[in-house]
């Protein structure tokens, strides 16, 4: 069993920034890939980020290319989504999800964090 925490939601004007953070426990951290997933009210959770396991390659969604960062600390069994030039089209429940391989849909992800919002006024 794997357990994902998030933190580092919260209240945002446009064009700011904010840091997520997922600790992991109850599984080898290294050996998983990592990523991020939101949904906003009355839409269904789509794909944010992703890092793979041990080549370290990240995956973006065309939406948050260039703005968002996702990185892992595998001592600390975190992964990171650094947010930056937010847009009220980022508000959601950001979600952490862990995955034998890189996932981008969500039947893809095998274990989910309980989410943290995130919420961008204009």
């Known amino acids: 069993q794997v357990q994902l925490v998030e933190s580092g939601g919260g209240w945002v004007q446009a064009g700011g920034s904010l840091r997520l953070a997922c600790v992991a426990s109850?599984?080898?951290?290294?050996?998983?890939?990592m990523g991020w997933f939101r949904q906003a009210p009355g839409k269904e959770r789509e794909f944010v980020a992703a890092?793979?396991?041990?080549?370290?390659?990240?995956y973006y969604a065309s939406s948050v290319k260039g703005r968002f960062t996702i990185s892992r600390d595998n001592a600390k069994n975190t992964v990171y989504l650094q947010m930056n030039s937010l847009k009220p089209d980022d508000t959601a429940a950001y979600y952490c999800a862990v995955s034998n391989v890189v996932a981008t849909r969500t039947n893809e992800a095998e274990y989910w964090g309980q989410g943290t919002q995130v919420t961008v006024s204009s």
């Open positions: 890092i793979s396991a041990y080549t370290m390659i990240k």
């Open positions: 109850g599984r080898t951290f290294s050996d998983y890939a």
